[in-house]
């Protein structure tokens, strides 16, 4: 491709409304352009990396035994309101009506539509397993886009949906997509870690998130030093210690505490550590309001008490709900004297002598010790894990780290099938329902991942596999004759032996080619500058920033050796 005729529009500055570098490099690269908040188009040097990344997921799921289908993007709401999500999603669904005012979605996810299609084509369990999987553009109502590619309302994704008859199938499936991805992830270059994760809306249970670690990563994730352990931070297990401190129990008895409420403020007030307090939270589990108990120096995790409760929603009581249930002041509650269920972390089980509020203004308890002054309902993980801490396989310590989620897989069960009555007969003739598993990757967002991990400060630095082009060819002055011979010689050369070349043969400055090079991150650049007449060009690879002088009639050699090294293959 010649690039004087290539839609490639650089920019020399940096937009002001791009806060992290993949959406600012891939702006000034002439990557994409901003046609709505959180839509872009892609331009053609955006379009061919997605094409390679695409090409990677396609090879790995069809050797994983996937069928690659497409489904509408249209959605008829009858169909996200016999899964129940046409409510449950909220604002993130984007509606609308047609001409005879019937209501439909444009699809964010695919499991009503995959769901319905399976219950309409396969009957018998002698079709299954099966594996469906498609890659299209998804549509989510985000109330805040921001960061480019990594959170927008239109993105490219990969689903797949998988429909089995029993647990055990759905489990090697399950193991058969981690492979796929850790596969694809590897391949298109990235530093991943795969993490216990929330199945959240999505339903189902069992669920890892493949994390692509970059310090922009909204989500954070615990891993351990001295194992595989990885978790997403809402998900982390706590190790659970059965020490207790054997110092005598204390007489309870009530303090004034003036106006502290914050376990900081009580701990100052009356000079002990944050560990020794109880923090109570009344907390609404459904429709059933129960005071929830954490150590003082810990913070209640609600998606681990919503899990470990049984809970579909979890809500913190609001004020006049606190003043209301427990006839006290948010801060000044406690677990004693109180008549509504307690549940209480692991960690309270340890405390001695602890002080709680005493549900009484400006007042707590201190010895304050439980099964004797107050009686736990359930105890459950329901903390956040925090740095430092013993890794709950018991191997090596905590570590936090960012990540940004490029894809998920997900045993979904009968979630779908047994909502919308999806069914097959079995072995006997009898009708049971599906088990499911689903599996995504964002593909667009795999993109931008890939460059938050790959860049320095002259631009990106694509790996070979994903990169628009796999040479970058410079004719450094293209009105001399003798460069551009050798110049357009190579480029015919370099295509005829399958390179894909972005040959820059426009009419600028060096320094405005070399600075576009950088910027654009191809991984070979070739320049064809002074020594033309000798047959002599410069080689360089993006990556390493030296150059080398190489011979035409040595330029086969030398590209597939450089090619060897970046593909990791020499």
């Known amino acids: 491709m010649k690039q004087s005729s290539f839609l490639l529009p650089t920019l020399r500055d940096v937009p002001s409304d791009a806060e992290v570098i993949s959406h600012q490099l891939m702006l000034r690269s002439g990557m994409m352009k901003q046609i709505a908040s959180g839509v872009y ?96 553009t998804k549509f989510r109502d985000e109330r805040r886009p921001r960061f480019g590619l990594l959170r927008g309302r239109e993105f490219i994704m990969k689903d797949a949906y998988s429909f089995h008859t029993d647990a055990d199938s759905l489990d090697a499936e399950y193991q058969n997509m981690y492979q796929a991805y850790s596969n694809i992830f590897t391949r298109v270059g990235l530093t991943f870690r795969p993490v216990i994760a929330d199945s959240g809306a999505m339903g189902g249970k069992d669920t890892h998130e493949f994390m692509a670690l970059a310090s922009v990563g909204e989500d954070t994730i615990a891993y351990s030093d001295g194992s595989d352990y990885a978790a997403n931070i809402e998900m982390a297990a706590v190790h659970v210690s059965d020490e207790k401190s054997d110092e005598s129990q204390m007489e309870l008895s009530k303090v004034h505490t003036a106006d502290a409420k914050s376990v900081s403020q009580v701990a100052n007030h009356l000079d002990v550590e944050e560990k020794n307090i109880i923090k109570s939270l009344l907390v609404q589990l459904d429709d059933e309001f129960v005071l929830v108990l954490v150590r003082g120096d810990h913070e209640l995790n609600e998606v681990k008490l919503k899990h470990a409760f049984h809970a ?63 009686q736990v309902d359930a105890y459950g993980d329901i903390r956040f894990i925090q740095e430092g801490e013993l890794s ?30 999806a069914q097959v007969l079995d072995e006997n003739g009898k009708a049971k329902p599906i088990l499911m598993g689903c599996y995504g ?46 110049a357009d010689h190579l480029y015919e050369l370099l295509k005829s032996k ?44 993006r990556k390493e920033g030296e150059m080398e002088e190489v011979a035409l009639q040595e330029i086969e050699e030398a590209l597939a050796n450089k090619v060897l090294e970046l593909k990791g293959q020499a």
């Open 441 to 486: 990757i964002g593909v667009s967002r795999v993109v931008a991942a890939i460059i938050e991990q790959h860049h320095d400060e002259n631009g990106i630095v694509w790996p070979y596999d994903v990169a628009p082009f796999h040479i970058h060819l410079l004719a450094m002055n293209s009105k001399n004759a003798e460069q551009k011979e050798l």
């Open 41 to 136: 188009a892609y331009l053609p040097l955006a379009k061919r990396v997605i094409q390679n990344v695409e090409s990677i997921v396609r090879d790995e799921m069809n050797k994983a035994g996937a069928q690659e289908l497409t489904m509408p993007t249209l959605h008829p709401a009858e169909l996200w309101q016999e899964s129940g999500r046409w409510d449950k999603m909220g604002g993130e669904l984007i509606r609308l009506q047609d001409r005879h005012e019937r209501n439909f979605a444009l699809g964010p996810t695919h499991e009503e539509v995959i769901t319905s299609i399976v219950r309409d084509f396969v009957q018998s369990y002698k079709k299954l397993p099966m594996n469906l999987y498609q890659i299209q």
């Open 498 to 541: 399958g390179y894909q070349v972005l040959y820059d043969d426009r009419p600028e400055r060096a320094g405005v080619k070399f600075k576009d090079a950088d910027l654009i991150g191809i991984p070979i650049r070739l320049s064809v500058g002074k020594k033309a007449n000798e047959g002599i060009v410069e080689l360089k690879i």
């Open 392 to 421: 709950p396989d018991g191997n090596g310590t905590i570590h936090f780290a960012q990540g940004i989620e490029i894809g998920q897989v997900f045993k979904l069960g009968t979630f779908y099938s047994e909502s919308m009555n």
């Open 312 to 374: 579909k929603e979890v809500r913190l009581a609001s004020e006049v709900d606190v003043q209301d249930v427990m006839n006290a002041s948010v801060g000044q509650i406690g677990p004693v004297g109180t008549k509504v269920k307690i549940y209480a972390d692991f960690a309270i089980k340890n405390m001695v002598n602890s002080i709680c509020g005493a549900n009484e203004t400006e007042h707590h308890f201190v010895g304050v010790n439980v099964e004797r002054d107050f």
